[in-house]
C-alpha cells in the first residue's frame, strides 16, 4: 500500500513562483524514479520533469530553464520549483513514483493532483 501525497498549488500571477512538494508513504522497498506531469483541461496529460534514484533529471522544453526538480530520499519527498510561470503553465500537476513495492516488483503510482492556476 503506497500513498503519494502532493502540496503547493495555487493561485500565483505571470511571472512568480511555486514550489510543489510530493511525499510517499506507505510499504515498499524502495523508489526509483520520481516525476512531475501534468494536465490542462481538453488536453493529454504531459511529463514536466524527472528525476531518478541517481539524481538524474529530464525536463519538458517548455520549462527548461524555469523549472527545477529534486528529491530528498531520506524522506521520501520530490519537489517541483516552479519560476517565471506562465499562463500556459496552468493545469493540475501529478506527482508519479515508480516503486518498488515488492521484491523485484515495481509498480507506478499517483498522486491526487494538485491545481497551479496562473493569472495574466
Known amino acids: 500500500q503506497v500513498q503519494l501525497v502532493e502540496s503547493g498549488g495555487g493561485l500565483v500571477q505571470a511571472g512568480g513562483s511555486l514550489r510543489l512538494s510530493c511525499k510517499a508513504s506507505?510499504?515498499?522497498?524502495?523508489?526509483?524514479?520520481m516525476g512531475w506531469y501534468r494536465q490542462a483541461p481538453g488536453k493529454q496529460r504531459e511529463l514536466v520533469a524527472a528525476?531518478?534514484?541517481?539524481?538524474?533529471?529530464n525536463y519538458a522544453d517548455s520549462v527548461k530553464g524555469r523549472f527545477t526538480i529534486s528529491r530528498d530520499n531520506a524522506e521520501n519527498t520530490v519537489s517541483l520549483q516552479m519560476n517565471s510561470l506562465k499562463p500556459e503553465d496552468a493545469a493540475v500537476y501529478y506527482c508519479?513514483?515508480?516503486?518498488?513495492?515488492?521484491?523485484?516488483?515495481?509498480?507506478?503510482?499517483w498522486g491526487q493532483g494538485t491545481q497551479v492556476t496562473v493569472s495574466s
Open positions: 508519479n513514483a515508480r516503486i518498488e513495492v515488492l521484491r523485484a516488483v515495481r509498480r507506478d503510482y
Open positions: 506507505g510499504s515498499f522497498f524502495s523508489i526509483n524514479a
Open positions: 528525476i531518478t534514484s541517481g539524481g538524474g533529471t
